[in-house]
């Protein structure tokens, strides 16, 4: 859908199926709708072929904030 044209940069945030699902879960969908909606998506791979920047997202979300830190710092000075 040329998505990635309208960014300068474009990250994909990745996570393992089970992951997804669980955290899903734990909004309260059942596994048949995260699976469904799941399934609904481009898969990650072709997320991945769109991204410049890919991070995996399977830790606690400290891990996720620090990565999105050092992320948002390259990027400041890639802009600036």
Same mark, same amino acid.
């Given at each position: ?7 300068? =940069? ?13 955290? =899903? ?9 995260? =699976? ?41 000075? =890639?802009?600036?």
């Amino acid at each position: 859908s040329d998505f990635d044209s309208f960014a300068d =940069l474009t990250i994909c945030v990745i996570s393992d199926i089970k992951k997804i699902s669980a955290r =899903l879960n734990d909004r309260g969908w059942s596994r048949k709708e995260a =699976l469904a909606r799941i399934n609904a998506q481009i898969s990650q791979k072709e997320k991945e072929n769109f991204s410049d920047i890919i991070v995996e997202n399977n830790d606690e979300k400290k891990v996720l904030y620090r990565q999105a830190s050092v992320i948002m710092k390259a990027a400041e000075r =890639l802009i600036s």
